[in-house]
């Protein structure tokens, strides 16, 4: 208690007293009653008594805070670090061998092909900030059991280290860093350049080297856990996500944007690490400020539990040999700018310029020596310390913790990299450098070995090996390992929830409407129901989905402790700790990443859930494109619904809400499965086909579905057309005489919300112009490419085989023309153009959106029935079978404004 009140008491020479203080007396009697109040109540009592005069202060109109943040020192006193219960010697031992195998894996990539890439100094920094965790805190075991660990993506080659070392990867497979094809061919395992469930499935199990995606991710897959206990489908009660990241990376708004989310939800299931090495690419993150103090006023802010850990058990003598409070108030002025300069120089240098800014600083100094100076380790480099940190982070309860660890970035690297501003960039080290990090971290290298970069493993029966096996095992086994066992989901029959799409015989509805309808449906299957996960970033009332807030109720863990305005409607909004709906609020980031933690429930959790993420279409694949990605690096499982659909569907909303784009970026992501349906009753096949695919067959895809809010009449789906709706295009309507018999002038090819015009064009061909058509409804221009990809590649690789034949070609065999509409952009329809022999007229909705009506808006960018009809009269003029003055008649009759300009340039 005596040190507590005098730590307090020198670090109150920081802010308190000084020429300003009219009254140093006064001062110094109140700092008299705070230290007799700490030694003799303790912290807790002097918080109380200060939040009591706080408040008689604002009551009497002086209103009070204090300044932001604390001094830069461990917020963990020594004499309050728990023992460390490791084995200190063999952990710093296991920590500078990974090390040193990161370093080699990087340099001899480089040194083979010098285009590889790679990073040294970040895992440098990190490496003892890892061991910890490696060694006392993370959990490993069945998915159900283990923590969720988000690794700093540019410390995978740590990582690596560690599972070579544990006997998980191989000699040859740590050569083989970021080489995946090459190995391959030589029948080994390349490694990723940053964790990559995609491209090693059991092994990486979150995908975090796009900044920020793993800050956001962690906080959503910690609230899902939560999310999982509260609605009785699983114990999480005792896991953890750990999440270790840059002090960079916290620039990102995605880093930021959820902290506020984490904190008001409680989550202190989860611990961030931020490994604050002062440095990012080109130079400092703060030069001018100190990023631990910034993050510091961020974090408590916003209702986190702050731990700094800055300085090693070095520094403590100091601090405790320091009456004046001098070291504190050196380090209160020194910018990260200059410290990172401290870690690039030598001890002599630090005693010179830091030690050497006051007599009382020289005097601390004075029974160092230089190569002391030198060694005098920051709190991330500190084992213990470390360790103190963690286990604070683990007791503490009511609010996620943040680690905020000073390092230097490439410690241990010397003159090669540690602290220069190139250390990022870093990849190959000369002998000389090689050496003097052998040196440095002690380690057991000839210098052969060492200049070869020969990997380091210890022998099996050596104490390093055994401590690391037996620490792991523990924990319960390696991390980090993705597992994929989960037991599959029964689907129900088709029939069981959408007959009434299948047969619709004309109803008139939205196939959003449908959807929801559909939904209603599965949540009520016993065994389907519970694992359904419907996700809105407050807009359930825009899409008719109001009737789930009673139903299965808006999921919130302090329940609802409110009367809600509308209590006594069939409506009413209902939150409740069991609820089942994830409602975001505004934040497309917040809900994409909770369908990302529902839809990788099955390998992280070993429980399979079925998400359905309903949203504005336009704010989806363009606002939050790169967490789709990350989703598909990831092998997620659900559904996004893209509602509001297409660039005309959402007449009065204009330029910024209307989606012309979406189907084009989806088609980029390999596992996304993308369609747009017209019709309920295609929706209603898609949606059984899908959740076959992926909760009974549980492939690795996603898929999206745009759906539209334009009420339609609804056709009954034709018998047999099944294969051709997930294949991606099927005849809704034949030419010749009705039944396919004779060959039409020219097919038409609708998709989603323009099917309705391009049945229209039919119509008036034939009516105005005597000219038979076939309608085909595409459902998926991406299926259908790749698809037509698939044939092509076998055969130009297999030019001895028969050819086979796309689905797109066998639909549109013949030469007789296409024309092609969209809701869309042009590029989607022309992603088949080249896979068909006939001539191939596409019209898209290429522009900027406006607001008007839906009709105003096709004839705008020229997809309406009538532009379909010209589009078509011009196809057959240029075949020689129509004259111009057709055409004419055509624009003249449907009064097209040909001085219109082209939508895509106003």
Known sequence: MKDDARQHALLANLTLGGADDPDPQE??????????????????????????LAADCRAAGAPWTGPRGTPYVNTIAPDHEPAFPGDLAIEEKLASTMRWNALAMVVRANQAYGDLGGHIASYASAADLFEVGFNHFFKAGAAAQADLV?????????????????????????????QEITARKQGTRGLSSYPHPWLMPDFWQFPTGSMGIGPISSIYHARFMRYLDHRGLLDTADRTVWGVFGDGEMDEPESMSALTLAAREGLDNLTWVVNCNLQRLDGPVRGNGRIIDELETLFGGAGWNVIKLVWGADWDPLFAQDVTGALAQAFSTTVDGQLQTFAAKDG???????FGQSPALQALAAGLTDAQIDRLKRGGHDLVKIHAAYDAARRHRGAPTV????????????????????????????????????DRFDLPLSDEATESLAFYKPAADSPEMQYLHARRAALGGSLPSRAVGAPAVPVPA???????????????????????????????????????VPIVADEARTFGMANLFKQIGIYSRSGQQYEPEDIGSVLSYREARDGQILEEGISEAGAISSWVAAATSYSVHGLAMLPFYIYYSMFGFQRIGDLIWAAADQRARGFLLGATAGRTTLGGEGLQHQDGSSHLVAATVPNCRAYDPATAGELAVILDYGMRQMLVEQVDVFYYLTLMNENLPQPSLPDGVEVGVIKGMYRVRAGGDGHGNGSAAVRLLGS??????????????????????????????????????????HARLHPRQPAGRSHVAACLEGDAPVIAATDY???????????????MTILGTDGFGRSDSRAALRRFFEVDRHHVVLAALQALRLRGTVSADVCAQAIVAYGIDTDAPSPWTC
């Open 27 to 52: 001062t110094a009697e109140w700092r008299d009653a705070l230290a007799s109040l700490l030694r003799e109540a303790g912290p807790e009592r002097a918080r109380q008594i200060l939040d009591r």
């Open 150 to 178: 988000f690794f700093q993506p540019h410390s995978a080659p740590g990582v690596y280290a560690r599972a070579f070392l544990e006997g998980r990867l191989e000699e040859r497979d740590l050569a083989m860093y970021r």
């Open 348 to 354: 002599a240098f630090n005693r010179e310029h830091f």
């Open 403 to 438: 680690i905020l660890a000073q390092t230097k970035k490439g410690y241990g690297m010397g003159d090669a990299g540690q602290g220069r501003m190139t250390t990022h960039q870093q990849k190959k080290l000369d002998r000389d450098a090689l050496l003097a990090f052998r």
């Open 494 to 532: 088709i029939g069981s929830f959408a007959t009434f799409a299948l047969q619709a015989d004309g109803k008139e509805m939205s196939t959003t409407m449908a959807f929801v309808r559909m939904l209603t449906q599965l949540l009520k299957d016993t065994q389907l129901g519970p694992r359904i």
């Open 752 to 793: 989603g919300a323009i099917l309705a015009e391009v049945l229209a064009a039919a119509d008036l061909l034939a009516q105005d112009w005597g000219i038979d058509s076939e309608v085909w409804s595409v459902t998926s221009y991406s299926e259908l490419s790749r698809d037509a990809a698939d044939v092509a590649r």
């Open 825 to 839: 952009v042009r590029a989607v329809p022309q992603m088949v153009a080249n896979d068909i022999d006939a001539p």
